[in-house]
T-cell receptor, first 112, second 114 residues
Framework: AQSVAQPEDQVNVAEGNPLTVKCTYS??????LFWYVQYPNRGLQFLLK??????LVKGSYGFEAEFNKSQTSFHLKKPSALVSDSALYFC??????????FGAGTTVTVRA | KAGVTQTPRYLIKTRGQQVTLSCSPI?????VSWYQQTPGQGLQFLFE???????NKGNFPGRFSGRQFSNSRSEMNVSTLELGDSALYLC?????????????FGPGTRLTVL
């Protein structure tokens, strides 16, 4: 069975500081990893994904994520956070069985 | 291209009733998935349809069912509603059968069961 863990319920950073949202995964087959963001009363928006190849993946809105196979991690990062980045972030994993499993989510608050 | 649309956006029902939610995927997308989002359980996978066939199903009781039509539009039905069914129901579409394609989500249907 596949699973995703987001160890932090909340992350608080000051605007302009680096932002990191942690994610670890467990999957039996090939991991296809995704990050999504959800703003209040909205659906999820796709940020980026890792399929294969380069371990550093770049996505929307200046976000990037680093795939680490040995640590089974896929942490989301942004070099300089904005107040508008405040939202709920979900890591997800999908294996060859098509089913998408989400982490519990991490609430990011960026203070001005 | 228009995004994923879900109707209705808000719904209030009473226990014991049934409800049907509708999802129209992005044009050309053939895979539609449904998720339930609650504060306590987070995002949980309900089922996925591809070319009118249910390809995968989550751990939900048989009261939850779905179908997909030939135009890829999908409906989800919940019978004999319970208070615990109150949630945001999200629909997502993707272009084909590949596991590595990202899903695009609709705004959700907020179901309240009284």
């Amino acid at each position: 069975a596949q699973s995703v863990a987001q160890p932090e319920d909340q992350v608080n950073v000051a605007e302009g500081n680096p932002l990191t949202v942690k994610c670890t995964y467990s999957v039996s087959g090939n991991p296809y990893l995704f990050w999504y963001v959800q703003y209040p009363n909205r659906g999820l928006q796709f940020l980026l994904k890792y399929i294969t190849g380069d371990n550093l993946v770049k996505g929307s809105y200046g976000f990037e994520a680093e795939f680490n196979k040995s640590q089974t991690s896929f942490h989301l990062k942004k070099p300089s956070a904005l107040v508008s980045d405040s939202a709920l972030y979900f890591c997800a994993v999908r294996d060859d069985d098509y089913k998408l499993s989400f982490g519990a989510g991490t609430t990011v608050t960026v203070r001005a | 291209k228009a995004g994923v649309t879900q109707t209705p956006r808000y719904l209030i029902k009473t226990r014991g009733q049934q409800v049907t939610l509708s999802c129209s995927p992005i044009s050309g997308h053939r895979s539609v998935s449904w998720y339930q989002q609650t504060p306590g359980q987070g995002l949980q996978f309900l089922f996925e349809y591809f070319s009118e066939t249910q390809r995968n199903k989550g751990n939900f009781p048989g009261r939850f069912s779905g179908r997909q039509f030939s135009n890829s539009r999908s409906e989800m039905n919940v019978s004999t509603l319970e208070l615990g069914d109150s949630a945001l129901y999200l629909c997502a579409s993707s272009s084909d059968a590949s596991s590595y394609n990202e899903q695009f989500f609709g705004p959700g249907t907020r179901l309240t069961v009284l």
